[in-house]
């Protein structure tokens, strides 16, 4: 187990030095997903600040989702994300899928936020 921690540490990261580089200032998309839930925060690094959120575990996604482990979930978050972040005024992100594969319910949210106004 102290090996898998490890090497997400690594490619988490890797990953996080790739987009310092690139983002040129921009806000990034950061992904969390566990085995239940699927969490997304539009952070500023520059200030230290989240500008927006959204997840699966807010009360009325709860009560609408079937689970929160799943694209259909992933979908929802991803649009919601979008729509608070434009709300905050933030178009241009850099999306840092973290440790994960750009697949499956991380796809499924990237895509939701590009449909839902953000560009990356």
């Known amino acids: 187990m102290a090996k898998k921690l490890e090497l997400q540490t690594r490619r988490r990261s890797r990953l996080r030095y790739q987009l310092k580089i690139k983002s ?9 997903r566990s085995g239940k ?3 997304a925060q539009v952070i500023d690094d520059q200030q230290g600040r989240t500008l927006a959120a959204a997840s699966t575990i807010e009360k009325e996604l709860r009560t609408t989702l079937k689970t929160g482990a799943d694209k259909d979930a992933a979908v929802v978050v991803g649009k919601r994300v979008a729509e608070r972040a434009l ?7 850099v999306f ?3 440790p994960y594969l750009y697949h499956g319910r ?4 990237a895509d939701a936020a590009r449909e839902g106004g953000l560009s990356f």
């Open 106 to 109: 991380v796809k499924a949210l």
């Open 37 to 39: 839930h699927i969490y």
């Open 87 to 93: 709300a905050a005024g933030v178009t241009l992100v």
């Open 96 to 98: 840092d899928r973290g």
């Open 24 to 32: 040129g200032g921009r806000p990034r998309l950061s992904v969390f």
